[in-house]
């Protein structure tokens, strides 16, 4: 895999595009309702088809542009209305309310990042029964719930480089912490599981010891809060991955006005408009991300393919994600998007997500 650590050329042709999407994400949850939905375009007489997010939870700034990729694909793909709903807050059964009610509305397409791989799960059996395709992204549901899912990057690339940023952070030794999302989200602990399996078996990393998992569920005060907790827990701590968008940038928060600026190393995964202030002022020196608004642009495409009759997402199947061209589908179901970027203060200022 081909990590662009010092990217001085154009991002390509969808990084500039997460600045248009974030703006159309963000008009859709603009239209959140107390109850915890932001309806998209109004429901779609006959059969015209329907396609409906479903992230792990609303008002969240990554999701927003993964969201603003999908509605931009949506509309590409052909889908006469999209909308996203879902929960206000990342929990296990919380979408499961969601997806009910997209089933019973007769949505032909549901794309959704599962916080939990088994809780949706029945749910979205019976969306499948009722006639709905299903397209997991960001985080996976169970593969016997859904037909395909749309995955950042190989999951055990992002968690080499998260380790290795770490590594060369600290100098290849000393204690580590994690701060992760959720407990239960699919995709945060098979990069922990990958991270763990790395720091045991690669000599690179013997004097290199991990002495924390936290949990943020992806709230910014619980994640400070955690970040802080590490600190006091563990005063040798000497570095902090935080794989979570919300988490790094908590995290980068507390450190930025704290004793351990420049002392504790961070890195994870983050969106470059909101680490680039702590990166500038020395807080964090590299992380990293893919384009998130690409998660929603090939999840609609590949909706579409499904509900078309195009492909079934067994593997080996293919399908044309709009500007971003052919995909196929791989063993499991599963359709990569990736590769990541690395970050730093040489390349940050090009990618405007």
Not at 83 to 98: K, N, T
Not at 197 to 214: F, Q
Request: proline share 4%.
């Amino acid at each position: 895999m081909m990590l662009n650590r010092k990217n001085t050329g154009r991002p390509g042709r969808l990084a500039t595009m997460a600045a248009v999407t974030a703006v159309a994400a963000l008009a859709l949850t603009a239209c959140n309702s107390g109850s915890g939905s932001a309806g998209g375009s109004s429901p779609a007489a006959g059969g015209e088809m329907k396609i409906t997010f479903i992230p792990k939870q609303l008002n969240n700034p990554y999701t927003d542009v993964v969201l603003g990729g999908g509605k931009k694909g949506a509309t590409e793909a052909g889908f006469a209305s999209s909308q996203v709903v879902g929960p206000l807050e990342a929990s296990a059964s919380s979408q499961v309310s969601f997806i009910n009610a997209e089933t019973q509305a007769g949505t032909n397409v549901i794309v959704i990042a599962a916080n939990d791989p088994d809780a949706v799960c029945t749910a979205l059996g019976e969306a499948r029964t009722a006639g709905a395709k299903i397209v997991a992204f960001d985080s996976d549901a169970n593969p016997d719930c859904r037909d395909v899912f749309i995955s950042q990057v190989v999951a055990k690339d992002v968690a080499l480089i998260q380790t290795k940023l770490i590594s060369e952070q600290i100098g290849g030794s000393g204690e580590i912490a994690i701060l992760s999302a959720t407990a239960n989200a699919t995709n945060q602990n098979e990069w922990i599981k990958y991270m763990e399996e790395e720091l045991a078996s690669n000599p690179a990393y013997k004097d290199i010891k991990l002495v924390a998992k936290v949990y943020g569920d992806d709230n910014d005060t619980k994640s400070f809060q955690e970040a802080q907790g590490l600190m006091q827990a563990h005063p040798n701590l000497k570095g902090i991955i935080s794989p979570t968008t919300v988490g790094i940038a908590a995290t980068a928060r507390y450190l930025s006005t704290s004793a351990y600026k420049g002392k504790v190393a961070l890195t994870g995964l983050g969106l470059p408009n909101e680490m680039r202030p702590f990166v500038k002022d020395g807080t964090v020196k590299e992380f990293a991300l893919w384009d998130p608004a690409q998660l929603g642009y090939v999840a609609a495409f590949a909706g579409k393919a499904l509900q078309d009759g195009k492909m079934t997402g067994a593997e080996g199947d293919t399908f044309t994600a709009g500007e971003l061209g052919e995909r196929k589908v791989e063993k499991g179901g599963l359709v990569i998007v990736g590769p990541p970027t690395v970050f730093n203060t040489e390349n940050i200022d090009k990618y405007n997500f």
